[in-house]
């Protein structure tokens, strides 16, 4: 439903939803971005603009967008 929701200038590349019991899902956005700030700023988009598409989704409710730094991956 996201990748439908996606437009060029979005810059996604690959999703993942994570379902843990008893926790709400996560969902992980790959995206191309020049800025950390556009970054959450395009995942936030993509989520409004998905439940807009699909009223299925209308039930849950984006908590916050938020990029995980890492540090030295390829040491």
């Not at 936030?44 to 989704?57: A, D, G, I, P, Q």
Request: proline content about 7%.
């Amino acid at each position: 439903m996201i990748k439908s929701a996606s437009e060029p200038g979005d810059g996604l590349e690959h999703i993942s939803v994570h379902q843990r019991t008893g926790a709400d899902p996560v969902i992980g956005l790959f995206l191309r971005s020049h800025s950390l700030d556009d970054t959450e700023r395009t995942a936030s988009r993509l989520w409004h603009r998905t439940v807009k598409n699909h009223s299925e989704l209308g039930e849950y409710q984006l908590f916050r967008c938020e990029v995980p730094l890492i540090d030295d991956p390829f040491p």
